[in-house]
């Protein structure tokens, strides 16, 4: 069985940072693509950034470029976020996602499988 489960949110002030991570089990880790997506009350599910399980290649929302890092830790099965220069409008519920492809689906409708999701906020 498929599991994804998000930690590391919370409340924190704009300009600070988070790492959030996702702990993977239940297929081979190493093989697939993961990808971080974000919803904000009364917006749509937004993609945030992914990585390839191909070549290692990644890829941001133009919101996030710069200021968002995302990793996979293969050995620990986990993928992370490094968020820094955090802004109020970043403020969402962040989930991990996979579509157990190697390579990064654009839409969230594309991925099976979702963690529970973490929430960020961010104070102004």
């Known amino acids: 069985e498929v599991q994804l489960v998000e930690s590391g949110g919370g409340l924190v002030q704009a300009g600070g940072s988070l790492r959030l991570s996702c702990a993977a089990s239940g297929f081979t880790f190493d093989d697939y693509a993961m990808g971080w997506f974000r919803q904000a009350p009364g917006k749509e599910r937004e993609g945030v950034s992914c990585?390839?399980?191909?070549?290692?290649?990644?890829y941001y929302a133009d919101s996030v470029k710069g200021r968002f890092t995302i990793s996979k830790d293969n050995a620990k099965n986990t993928l992370y976020l490094q968020m820094n220069s955090l802004k109020p409008e970043d403020t969402a519920v962040y989930y991990c996602?996979?579509?157990?492809?190697?390579?990064?689906?654009?839409?969230?409708?594309?991925?099976?499988?979702w963690g529970q999701g973490t929430q960020v906020t961010v104070s102004s």
């Open positions: 990585i390839s399980s191909i070549d290692g290649n990644t």
């Open positions: 996602a996979t579509a157990l492809s190697s390579w990064c689906p654009r839409l969230p409708g594309e991925y099976e499988y």
